[in-house]
Nanobody, 115 residues
Framework: QVQLVESGGGLVQPGGSLRLSCAAS????????MGWYRQAPGKSRELVAV???????HYADSVKGRFTISRDNAKNTVYLQMNGLKPEDTAVYYC?????????WGQGTQVTVSS
């Protein structure tokens, strides 16, 4: 079956960095658009960044210039490098794999930015 397993979340001070990873199995990884979404308490889930099968990328305005999404098709893994973290980046971060109308989600990893 399809599994997306996120890792790398944690507690970090404002201005700090974290690198999230999402390891995929059960899919032909290179064909999928991979994305990172986040959901803060009391808010809807929102797009953070996506990377297509052709390595095209798109970012939410709120993270442009601070976050970088990348993928390693040989390792079936997508990454989110997060620099210059702010308290408003605090959320559960979810990995998504999408092809056409078919999509899969990971279980999420908590990122907390606080001093």
């Amino acid at each position: 079956q399809v599994q997306l397993v996120e890792s790398g979340g944690g507690l970090v001070q404002p201005g700090g960095s974290l690198r999230l990873s999402c390891a995929a199995s059960g899919i032909i990884f290179g064909l999928y658009t991979m994305g990172w979404y986040r959901q803060a308490p009391g808010k809807s889930r929102e797009l953070v960044a996506v990377i297509t099968s052709g390595d095209g990328t798109h970012y939410a305005d709120s993270v442009k210039g601070r976050f970088t999404i990348s993928r390693d098709n040989a390792k079936n893994t997508v990454y989110l490098q997060m620099n210059g973290l702010k308290p408003e980046d605090t959320a559960v971060y979810y990995c998504n794999a999408q092809i056409g109308i078919k999509g899969y989600w990971g279980q999420g990893t908590q990122v907390t930015v606080s001093s």
